[in-house]
């Protein structure tokens, strides 16, 4: 079969669910991953044919597809902060805000670094804790561009934590990863200059506005709290890093963009100064940071 005529079908398949540029996108990525092929070398070989193997994988992906099923987790793979990372339905997949969550963390850390290199060097000893770590996202870019940290990283998951561990081996970087549920945890092993955490944070009440791929197919444990409780990881969180954080550590959030002043709030109540909420390109409340100083 030539690719030209799957590649019809499948867009008259996928045009009524989705926009024609997201079905292009989901075309390339497909071939480039089946066949090895860019669009370019694609638009150079106009009748090229494909095998009955290579048609089978394009139908399975096709299918999952029409089941609206995210093209990340056919691939098994994606990319974040410009790097690759395996996904599977035990992880959800890395979203550009977090790595807006990333990029701030790490221009902070930076920063206090030349700050500091007066007094005497942070490079060697900087101790960073991820909370929440699903595909290993943050922890595993943090140690790319920070190589001289020292970055552990807890989730309640196992099947999450094998996956950041691959994904870690992967990018040739060592974390520290630990399966402990934070939520029964009464204290944090060591001081961290730096806590982050993207943790559970939607509420029940808010899956209405969710698309259904999200809802189908990614796992609800690492996205839904209950509606009468939506801090409930933020509060507890808030807590042990109260006792953890170094002299002038700072703790990350990513957050709800429905309760920034909520999150202001506890973080007060619990002591923090310097709240800053930060947003994210589309103008909404999405970060937030606080220190203990």
Known sequence: MKLKEFKAEFFRKLLPLFPETEVESFFYLLTEAYL?????????????????????????????????????????????????????????????????????????????????????????????????????????????????????????????LQMAQRNAELNEVEVNFIQQDILTTESLPEKYDVIVSNPPYVRILEKEMMHQNVLDFEPDLALFVEN?????????????????????????????????????????????KEIELKKDIFGKNRMCSASLR
């Open 36 to 160: 090895e092929k860019k669009r370019i070398q694609l638009a150079l070989e106009p009748e090229l044919e494909i095998n009955e193997e290579q048609l089978e994988q394009f139908q399975k992906a096709l299918g999952r597809l029409l089941q609206q099923e995210p093209i990340q987790y056919i691939l098994g793979n994606t990319e974040f902060f410009g790097y690759p990372f395996q996904v599977n339905q035990h992880t959800l997949i890395p979203r550009p805000e977090t790595e807006e969550l990333v990029a701030w963390i790490i221009e902070d850390v930076k920063n206090k670094n030349q700050e500091n290199s007066h007094h005497k060097p942070l490079n060697s000893k900087i101790t960073i804790l991820d909370i929440g770590t699903g595909s290993g996202c943050i922890p595993i870019s943090l140690a790319k561009e920070l190589p001289y940290a020292k970055i552990s990283s807890i989730d309640v998951s196992k099947e999450a």
């Open 228 to 272: 009468e409780n939506p801090l409930i990881f933020y509060r507890k969180i808030a807590q042990l890093a109260k006792e953890a954080l170094t002299e002038n550590g700072t703790l990350y959030f990513e957050i709800n963009e429905y309760l920034p002043e909520e999150m202001k709030s506890l973080l007060k109540g619990f002591g923090y």
